[in-house]
DNA sequence: AAGCAATATATCTCTTCGGTTATATAGCTA
DNA sequence: TAGCTATATAACCGAAGAGATATATTGCTT
């Protein structure tokens, strides 16, 4: 299992596996269930799940002969972090940092003087 | 200029781009400028920055002989948003929504009865 | 206008991805 | 245990991605 950002952002490109997520988001589901809404086979829908599950946004339970899935939130809280940290460049109630951006400009390994 | 979900998430699965937007986070810079960290050719960059310009994450301005690049926050901010759906999987400020969940169940075009 | 500096584009290669069909595995059920 | 159901794995294919080098473009500077 993988787990960073790279395989993290990687899986949510795929339109396919964020609908999948959406689906999770009802609770959990099998495979079957998973597949039904799309026009894909079932292997290609089986490698979408481990592709998510490598990312850590999934995990599987065994049920008698099924195997669902369900959502695991902490590659999503991952990346919702990373993303944080940009947050002051959109959130208005950030904005009250004005001054912010120009204290922190060349503040590390970048010393160009505009 | 695409700035789909598919085309965000695509262009932060890459650690290089995502470095670039870090560093655009301290203010607009240079293509040699963002070059300079990495060891990839300048076309490479280049790429990198397109990709990056057409998922709506950054633009180009036009300064003499340069043409220096930008955070653009929007794309972040559509990212932000979607990831929010999901915020009560693991924010416990929204886990009073105790019964929501079961409540949701079901609620669109998929009904199934479990 | 010539030359240089900054950047973009073209072309090529290798790898990864997303899909397919065919087949294997695992667990019920008769 | 034979067969069905649910799912996984293998092998293959075409398209897209990320890199390289070579070359084109654009705007200063002299």
Redesign the interface.
């Known amino acids: 299992m993988d787990s960073s950002?790279?395989?993290i952002?990687?899986a949510?490109?795929?339109?396919t596996r964020?609908a999948i997520?959406e689906?999770l988001?009802?609770?959990k589901?099998t495979v079957a269930?998973l597949a039904d809404p799309f026009e894909l086979s079932q292997p290609a829908i089986s490698k979408h799940l481990k592709v998510l599950e490598q990312a850590g946004l999934i995990r599987s339970g065994r049920e008698a002969t099924s195997r669902p899935r369900e959502?695991q939130?902490?590659a999503?809280?991952k990346?919702?972090d990373?993303?944080g940290?940009?947050?002051r460049?959109?959130d208005q109630s950030f904005d009250r940092l004005d001054g912010y951006?120009s204290k922190?400009?060349?503040?590390?390994?970048?010393k160009?003087e505009d």
Request: proline share 5%; no cysteine; hydrophobic share 40%.
């Open positions: 950002l790279d395989s952002f990687s949510l490109s795929d339109p964020r997520l689906r988001a009802n609770g589901a269930e959502l939130p902490d999503l809280k990346i919702s990373w993303i940290d940009y947050r460049f959109w951006l922190v400009q060349g503040y590390e390994d970048d160009s």
